[in-house]
């Protein structure tokens, strides 16, 4: 019953910005660690950002310094705000959350993706 519902993809110029919204919906207990994952064609899933329910954030490399992560915890929304975007981060971006059905019941929980296209 619980789902994560992404959004804020689109197409962008290089060194334009974007805005990646994830919000859990159904019923659920809680919400812990969440981040952001993405999938180019040809390549594997990549884990792009995540914030834990301490507020420790992680970054790949590829992305220090351009895209920020924020949210989740208390606030259950994630966020993901990407400036300075490049080709390369052409891809489907995917919300990922661990989130608690009940009290007991933990699952890890993936968004339907959504499109990231830079291009000129």
């Known amino acids: 019953q619980v789902q994560l519902v992404e959004s804020g993809g689109g197409l962008v110029q290089p060194g334009g910005s974007l805005r990646l919204s994830c919000a859990p919906s159904?019923?659920?207990?809680?919400?812990?660690?969440m981040g952001w994952y993405r999938q180019a064609p040809g390549k594997q899933r990549e884990l792009v950002a995540q914030i834990t329910a301490s507020g420790r954030t992680n970054y790949a490399d590829s992305v220090k310094g351009r895209f920020t992560i924020s949210g989740g915890s208390a606030e259950t929304t994630v966020y993901l705000q990407m400036s300075g975007l490049k080709p390369e981060d052409t891809a489907v971006y995917y919300c990922?959350?661990?989130?608690?059905?009940?009290?007991?019941?933990?699952?890890?929980?993936w968004g339907q993706g959504t499109q990231v296209t830079v291009s000129s």
């Open positions: 990922n959350a661990q989130i608690a059905a009940s009290s007991l019941l933990w699952g890890d929980y």
């Open positions: 159904g019923n659920f207990v809680s919400v812990s660690t």
